[in-house]
């Protein structure tokens, strides 16, 4: 069982950056892959990035990649989403999700998901 916590979210304007915290409860963190998805209004959720088990390994959306940096910290049960040069696009309720596969962009294959943190990028 793995419990997730995200925050960091907020309000910031277009080109700014922020930084999202996923913090996982349960001894067996360092055994999920984790991801991120995020949903806008009116939209379905969206794949964003991904990390292997040990974090030697990542998978990201064409939409954010090079603007976006997953990376996860096992001894802190911690992921981490870097998110940098926002776009008003990108706001959305970012939430984060563990699996037992690594690389599925599928939100069904995720076993374990946090409430979510909103994102607000202003134009």
């Known amino acids: 069982q793995v419990h997730l916590v995200e925050s960091g979210g907020g309000l910031v304007q277009a080109g700014g950056s922020l930084r999202l915290s996923c913090a996982a409860s349960g001894r067996t963190f360092s055994t999920y892959a984790m991801g991120w998805f995020r949903q806008a209004p009116g939209k379905e959720r969206e794949f964003v990035a991904a990390?292997?088990?040990?974090?030697?390994?990542?998978y990201y959306a064409d939409s954010v990649k090079g603007r976006f940096t997953i990376s996860r910290d096992n001894a802190k049960n911690t992921e981490y989403l870097q998110m940098s040069s926002l776009k008003p696009e990108d706001t959305a309720v970012y939430c984060c999700a563990a699996a037992s596969s690594f690389n599925t962009v599928v939100a069904g294959d995720y076993e374990y998901w946090g409430q979510g943190t909103q994102v607000t990028v202003s134009s």
């Open positions: 990390i292997s088990w040990s974090g030697g390994s990542t």
